[in-house]
Structures are given as structure tokens and as C-alpha cells.
């Protein structure tokens, strides 16, 4: 049965507090990839209102977000407030805008770094969601796909961490409440949204069966049966981070959805091939979504 993260919150199951041996009053938290720590910024100050905290992977495409909603709310934009060259994050009112690079080891540190962030702001329930790019699966180029679950690239709904040389799996929950109202804002908007499951896959080539890569050691017909399988699945688009979002936001209790825009139909090709002002029109398709979700929360 599925489960609603907000309420697994709210029951305190799944939930796991934060981790004791990072907070004791000796300690001053650094932030290593974010740049800053609780000793070099008043982290309260500058994060203590954050409602939303909105990812994905390219930092160019984060500032631009950051810029763009801004403008639209008619709100100040901060400069980039990381002091690494790791990621950026940019806040707007409530809502930070921050990259996490691309796969599950890189968001994986984002995302633990911005759960210390809004622990150290005195943040309680912030909405965490990724607006990403991804390839359909069986949907037309330019759907917004928002996911219902994420699943591993051995097709099991859930994360899989090895900690101690031992595989540990997770499950990869979604905030079922959240992605109504995401959904139900992308029909209002005529925003061309899908929902179905999300695949995580290790790597953009091989992981993806493309065979447009440097090696490829199966043929056309394996990948059009993995990717029938899929769809076959309830699948509805491959990208490489859900997993790890799935996992961590729903072990930490916040709410949070994965909404990624397809820029192509696997079923018809492999190469991402699309002209600038297309994929400016298709990245934007996440941002006006989440935007007008937010906007409708918040009143801004
Ligand atoms: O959120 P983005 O668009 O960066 O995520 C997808 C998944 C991979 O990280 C990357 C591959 O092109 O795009
Ligand atoms: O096909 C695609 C497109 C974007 N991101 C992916 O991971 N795969």
C-alpha cells in the first residue's frame, strides 16, 4: 500500500531524528561542500524562514530558477550564498534554490548538508523537491512527469546504500499529498503532466541501455525489452537521482516530490538533440509548476 510521507511524519514512523554525535554544544557544524558553518554565519538569520527547498542538477539552471521566481513574486534574489564551488543556493523568501550535481552520490551530500542546514536554522518541516530533466518512457518529449516512487536500476522500489561493506535498501516513499496538489496545479496551468514511476539508473549510458554510447554490449532488441518491461512497471521516466531523494527526504519526515520534465521518448532514440529554445521551453515546465504550487502555499 502506498504510504503518505506527511503522515508517516505525523505517526513518527520512518521518521529518524538527527544524528546526536553532529550537535553537542562543543561543536561547531561545518558545512564542508555548502562552503559555511554554524561558527561563520548566523545560519538562523539567513535560513531560518526556508519553507521550500528546491534541487536539481545543473547550478546554471538553479541561479536562473532563483532569478525567474524572483522576478515573477516581485521578491529580492540573495547572491550565491554557498561559499564552495560545489554547489550553489540562492533564496528567495522562503524558498532555496540549490544544484546537486548529477547522481545519487553527489545529491546524497547536498541533501544531507541542507538537512543540517534547515536542523541548524531551526527549520521543522521544510518541502523538498527536485525539478529535473529525464527520458520518457513511452510519453511524449515534454512531459512533466511527477513521480509516484522511484525505482533502483535492479528494479526494486528502493534505495540501496553499503555502509560497512553491508548492502542496506531503503524504501523510496513520496509524499502522495504533495504530488496531488502538484498535479492538480499542472492541469490548471495546461502544463502537459504524467504521473507514474521513476527510474534511477547509475549512470546516463549503459545504466539507461542507450546505444549511443562508447560501449554497448547488448543489442536494439534488449533495449527495447528492458524499456517495454519498464513502462510494462508503471514506469514513466529514467532519470538518476530519485532513489536517494526518495529515501532521505521520507527518512528525515519532510514531504517532497520529484517533478522532471522528458526530453525525449526513449521508445524513439537516445540522443538528447533538441534545439535552445525548445529545451528552454521544456526546463521551464518544472519551474512554472512548482512555482505556482508554491506561490498558491505560500501566498507570494
Ligand atoms: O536534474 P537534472 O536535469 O540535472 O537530472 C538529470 C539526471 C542526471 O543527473 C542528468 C543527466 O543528464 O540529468
Ligand atoms: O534520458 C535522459 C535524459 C535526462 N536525464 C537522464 O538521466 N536521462
Not at 500500500?1 to 506527511?6: A, L, P, S, V
Not at 540562492?90 to 546537486?100: A, E, Q, R
Not at 512531459?143 to 516512487?149: P, R
Request: contains cysteine; hydrophobic residues 35%.
Amino acid at each position: 500500500m502506498e504510504r503518505n510521507c506527511r503522515e508517516a511524519t505525523m505517526n513518527g514512523i520512518n521518521v529518524e531524528k538527527p544524528n546526536k554525535y553532529f550537535d553537542g554544544k562543543d561543536k561547531k557544524d561545518f558545512l564542508y561542500h555548502f562552503g559555511f558553518g554554524v561558527d561563520t554565519i548566523d545560519i538562523p538569520a539567513v535560513f531560518g524562514d526556508t519553507k521550500f527547498v528546491c534541487t536539481g542538477g545543473s547550478p546554471g539552471r538553479f541561479k536562473l530558477y532563483a532569478e525567474w521566481f524572483a522576478k515573477e513574486a516581485k521578491i529580492p534574489c540573495s547572491e550565491n550564498l554557498s561559499r564552495s564551488d560545489r554547489f550553489v543556493i540562492y533564496k528567495t523568501g522562503p524558498v532555496c534554490w540549490i544544484n546537486h550535481g548529477m547522481g545519487t552520490p553527489s545529491l546524497s551530500i547536498m541533501l544531507v548538508e541542507s538537512f543540517k542546514l534547515m536542523h541548524h536554522a531551526g527549520v521543522k518541516s521544510p518541502t523538498f523537491i527536485r525539478l529535473g530533466t529525464s527520458g520518457g518512457v513511452g510519453v511524449p518529449p515534454g512531459t512533466v512527469v511527477v513521480s509516484t516512487g522511484a525505482m533502483n536500476a535492479e528494479l526494486g522500489d528502493t534505495y540501496v546504500q553499503i555502509i560497512a561493506g553491508k548492502r542496506i535498501e531503503r524504501p523510496t516513499q513520496l509524499d502522495s499529498t504533495l504530488r496531488e496538489a502538484l498535479c492538480a496545479v499542472g492541469k490548471e496551468k495546461n502544463i502537459p503532466v504524467e504521473t507514474g514511476k521513476t527510474m534511477c539508473a547509475d549512470d546516463f549510458y549503459e545504466g539507461q541501455m542507450r546505444l549511443d554510447g562508447y560501449f554497448c554490449d547488448y543489442e536494439e532488441a534488449d533495449k527495447f525489452n528492458f524499456l517495454k518491461k519498464l513502462n510494462a512497471l508503471g514506469v514513466r521516466n529514467i532519470e538518476m537521482e530519485s532513489t536517494c531523494f526518495a529515501s532521505f527526504t521520507c527518512r528525515a519526515g519532510f514531504p517532497s516530490a520529484i517533478v522532471c520534465v522528458t526530453l525525449l521518448n526513449r521508445m524513439d532514440g537516445d540522443q538528447v538533440q533538441i534545439a535552445k529554445e525548445q529545451y528552454i521551453e521544456y526546463e521551464e515546465r518544472p519551474f512554472r509548476l512548482v512555482t505556482a504550487y508554491i506561490r498558491q502555499q505560500t501566498g507570494i
